[in-house]
């Protein structure tokens, strides 16, 4: 009997040695961190939970606060969910933060050059041959020559043009304009006055430095973040991603799904409803995506205060999307108009009367745990509404035309129809999800895999 109870404590220590070492691992070791997310998440580009690693505690599976809570209990949810999602960030903070203290000239192997009009942009220093479609577009003379690039360009938006205080911005943030271009990113602070500004200087590096700035990436706090919102409204499909920090004004989110990623830094005090309600609108149409990578880190708030390293965690942010940038390549979702409902193949007429052609793709996004607390509720009713026709009539069509009853348009579309786009939105998630929602409405399940096996019919 001691001898079994001996094995059993045995087998229980080193069990958890393992748990420990593994936390110590994901907590404190980059490369880990990483391929962790990875396994739980798949690769960037085609995200899928993985299907054992899901049934843990893990921080990677936590679930984003839903759209259907308060304002005043969802901001502290958003802030815990963000800390807990990136978490995989940690070790690439801790390693900054020690750069920080301990490196006297971080910049010191890097060039720093004028770039039409934006001045002092740092490199990072990376060359390709030139192609022959480089040298058709005159960005090399040479098919070969060495062109220099970059993997993206980071604006830390400053909102005013003295020099004193550029040049303090600058010196302040080089330990992270290291880190930054050691992984690729060319870095500068650009100053703006005006939205409108920020955006034609946004347009003119992009059109004439290519190589440099075809991919942006906007950073900026207090008025300069309001620039940045309004830049962003006003054409969101330059930039890749934005971060703000303690806005003076949140305005109203621009109708668009295919947002550039977002991360809001905000004060624990803010307490003006209209503009945490409209906070909260800009994280949703962040995540608003097809893919689980941006559908989790597109839209995230942290809170943030006087002393608070917001920077590093911004850094990390700038990484992450930069993964996902070059694992999707020219999928890259284009912005397109949400019309308070899903966009069918059919034109949608404008009050001027010119047709607006929608993306097939194009739909408003809903959240999930939402759907299924509605689904519950629906099928404890005992008055129930009918679905509009009888025709593949199932739970999650119900709900969803419950969720849009003031869009016109998805009135003309057939149930038939919604169940397909239903259930390539949720298969396009994971397959985890079209199954975890055929479990709250089987028949649904049973309709979209039948309509999924007619459409890949070869007499189709």
């Not at 602070?189 to 939205?195: A, E, F, L, Q, R």
């Not at 945490?276 to 880190?297: C, E, F, K, M, V």
Request: with cysteine; hydrophobic share 40%.
């Amino acid at each position: 009997m001691k001898a079994f109870l001996s094995s059993v404590c045995v087998i229980f220590l080193v069990i958890l040695s393992l748990f420990i070492l593994e936390g110590a691992c994901f907590r404190l070791v980059e490369d880990y961190a990483q391929k962790r997310l990875e396994l739980a998440w798949g690769q960037a580009g085609s995200g899928q939970f993985h299907p054992i690693l899901k049934k843990l505690p893990l921080d990677h599976y936590v679930l984003p606060p839903r759209a259907s809570d308060l304002t005043s209990s969802r901001i502290p949810l958003e802030n815990e969910y963000a800390a807990k999602v990136m978490s995989f960030g940690r070790p690439i903070r801790d390693r900054l933060k020690e750069q920080v203290e301990t490196d006297i000239n971080p910049l010191e192997d890097f060039e720093i050059k004028d770039l039409n009009g934006v001045e002092s942009v740092l490199l990072p220093g990376l060359q390709k041959p030139a192609t022959l479609n480089d040298v058709r577009r005159k960005l090399a003379r040479r098919i070969d020559d060495p062109l220099e690039f970059a993997k993206g360009l980071v604006i830390r938006v400053v909102q005013t043009d003295e020099n004193h205080i550029l040049q303090e911005e600058f010196n302040r943030l080089t330990s992270v304009f290291k880190l930054l271009l050691e992984n690729g990113f060319a870095c500068t602070v650009m100053p703006s006055t005006s939205g409108s500004q920020l955006l034609g200087k946004s347009k003119r590096l992009r059109s004439e430095n290519p190589m440099i700035a075809d991919n942006l990436y906007l950073w900026g706090d207090g008025l300069a973040a309001d620039f940045i919102l309004e830049t962003a409204t006003e054409n969101p499909s330059i930039f890749k991603s934005i971060v703000v920090s303690k806005p003076h004004s949140i305005g109203e989110a621009p109708m668009i799904k295919g947002m550039p990623w977002m991360l809001f830094g905000i004060s624990p005090d803010l307490q003006e409803e209209r503009q945490l309600s409209n906070l909260l609108t800009w994280i949703d149409r962040g995540r608003d995506a097809d893919r689980l990578y941006p559908s989790r880190l597109g839209g995230l708030m942290k809170f943030t205060s006087q002393g608070d390293e917001f920077g590093s965690f911004a850094a990390v942010y700038f990484l992450q999307v930069l993964k996902y940038v070059e694992s999707i390549g020219a999928n890259w979702p284009t912005p397109t108009p949400l019309l308070k409902g899903i966009a069918t193949e059919q034109e949608t007429t404008l009050s001027n009367g010119n047709p607006l052609q929608t993306s097939r793709d194009s739909k408003k996004g809903f959240d999930l745990l939402n759907v299924e607390r509605k689904i519950e509720q629906i099928q404890k009713s005992e008055n129930a509404n009918p679905s509009i026709t009888d025709t593949f009539d199932c739970e999650i069509v119900r709900v969803y035309r419950e969720t849009h009853t003031d869009d016109l348009n998805l009135r003309r579309v057939s149930n038939r129809d919604l169940v397909l786009k239903l259930g390539m939105s949720f298969e396009q998630m994971g397959e985890e999800v079209l199954e975890s929602m055929g479990e709250k409405d089987p028949l649904f399940l049973r309709f979209y895999k039948s309509l999924r096996e007619v459409r890949s019919s070869p007499l189709n």
